[in-house]
């Protein structure tokens, strides 16, 4: 069975312009989630989808937004980056409530 | 509120000795428990998981964690860590009800020949 995949695995853009992360969640998954890894503030929720609806969303501003579609592929947009929006973006799927989740290998993002 | 403590940043340990890595939470509501494993430019791997019934958790690579309920901690063991053990350890805890990780800020295991 395949894990979950996220492309690009490194991105560099420019302070100001925007991008879209994408992730494929294993089979049957219904949920995926999104995380900022950083290394001042480690791990940290931005948002969770299931069923194309968002279910759960973190505290982080109106630029980084997420969707998901009827296949429970998900995106994840940042726009007007900024420096501090360098980081690792990791996306997870889970099989239901109650069970562990699944990650993928990340996708590094640096803004200059 | 949920949060997730783990005590120390960096553990170093020689190969074959023993290790622990503590972890303790805090939540209003009742928590399912987990540890992770992150190895360097990687997501993040399952270790363990603590759902429901007995408090001591076996998982992969000969890791096990022991659930306290009264002192709210779920910390980490291996009797014998080899050099491939290197890498950041996360705790995490994510609410019955709420399809969502909060982790702790990891505990770097430097494991020395």
């Known amino acids: 069975k395949a894990g979950v995949t996220q492309t690009p695995r490194y991105l560099i853009k420019t302070r100001g312009q925007q991008v879209t992360l994408s992730c494929s969640p294993i089979s049957g998954h219904r949920s995926v989630s999104w995380y900022q890894q950083t290394p001042g503030q480690g791990l940290q929720f931005l948002f969770e989808y299931f069923s194309e609806t968002q279910r759960n969303k973190g505290n982080f501003p109106g630029r980084f937004s997420g969707r998901q579609f009827s296949n429970s592929r998900s995106e994840m947009n940042v726009s007007t980056l900024e420096l501090g929006d360098s980081a690792l973006y990791l996306c997870?799927?889970?099989?239901?409530?109650?069970?562990?989740?699944?990650f993928g290998q990340g996708t590094r993002l640096t803004v200059v | 509120a949920q949060s997730v403590t783990q005590l120390d940043s960096q553990v170093p340990v020689f190969e074959e000795a023993p290790v622990e890595l503590r972890c303790n939470y805090s939540s209003s509501v009742s928590v399912y428990l987990f540890w992770y494993v992150q190895y360097p430019n990687q997501g993040l791997q399952l270790l363990l998981k603590y759902l429901s019934g007995s408090t001591l958790v076996k998982g992969i690579n000969g890791f096990e964690a022991e659930f306290n309920k009264s002192q709210t901690s779920f910390h980490l063991r291996k009797p014998s860590v080899h050099i491939s053990d290197t890498a950041e350890y996360f705790c995490a805890v994510s609410p019955y009800n709420f399809n969502k990780f909060y982790f702790g800020s990891g505990t770097k295991l430097n494991v020395k020949p």
């Open positions: 997870a799927s889970r099989p239901g409530q109650g069970t562990e989740a699944f």
